[in-house]
T-cell receptor, first 114, second 111 residues
């Protein structure tokens, strides 16, 4: 298996623009997680899905953030409009279940908003 | 506010020494504990997890859990330069739950 795939790997955009991050989980994994990592706040869970259904989005910082999972092999995290404080590394992870099942992380998308 | 605290480091140890990484957590209901390793510019990867008080060994790694004192530690024996990375502690509240991560401790192993 290729592991969790994320695109793009790097994204540089201007404040106010829409940003869409993409994720393909490992085939057969029922859970998908979106995380954000910054030096100040560490690794934070934004939202997670079970069988394509959003279960907990309490970590989504603002209404500017939205996530979808239209099918078992694809998810998006959208930021509209983007702001400089959204600059971070965004990770997608998938697993067969909640902990203690191991979460497998994608390579991340480094987002820079100028 | 449930918190997971780690010293940011860097923790510097010479090659061959034992590296000791510590983590404390605020929620007494926390039930499972995980250590992830993250190389610079890479994604986190699971090293090991522990549920019960005491020690759990896996190769050069030993996780230690003390629920009464609310801390979990990771010992790395015979440290190698390739162990240089940031180590993230993560906990769950219940048996099956999402992970809450600490900010990580940077470990530097010098040859």
């Amino acid at each position: 298996d290729a592991g969790v795939i994320q695109s793009p790997r790097h994204e540089v955009t201007e404040m106010g623009q829409e940003v869409t991050l993409r994720c393909k989980p490992i085939s057969g994994h029922d859970y998908l997680f979106w995380y954000r990592q910054t030096m100040m706040r560490g690794l934070e869970l934004l939202i997670y899905f079970n069988n394509n259904v959003p279960i907990d989005d309490s970590g989504m910082p603002e209404d500017r953030f939205s996530a979808k999972m239209p099918n078992a092999s694809f998810s998006t995290l959208k930021i509209q409009p983007s702001e400089p404080r959204d600059s971070a590394v965004y990770f997608c992870a998938s697993s067969l279940g909640l902990a203690p099942h191991e979460q497998y992380f994608g390579p991340g998308t480094r987002l820079t908003v100028t | 506010q449930k918190e997971v605290e780690q010293n940011s480091g860097p923790l510097s140890v010479p090659e061959g020494a034992i590296a000791s990484l510590n983590c404390t957590y605020s929620d007494r209901g926390s039930q499972s504990f995980f250590w992830y390793r993250q190389y610079s510019g890479k994604s986190p990867e699971l090293i090991m997890f522990i549920y019960s008080n005491g020690d759990k060994e896996d190769g050069r790694f030993t996780a230690q859990l003390n629920k009464a004192s609310q801390y979990v530690s990771l010992l790395i024996r015979d440290s190698q330069p390739s162990d240089s990375a940031t180590y993230l502690c993560a906990v769950t509240l219940s048996g099956y739950s999402t992970l809450t991560f600490g900010k990580g401790t940077m470990l530097l192993v010098s040859p």
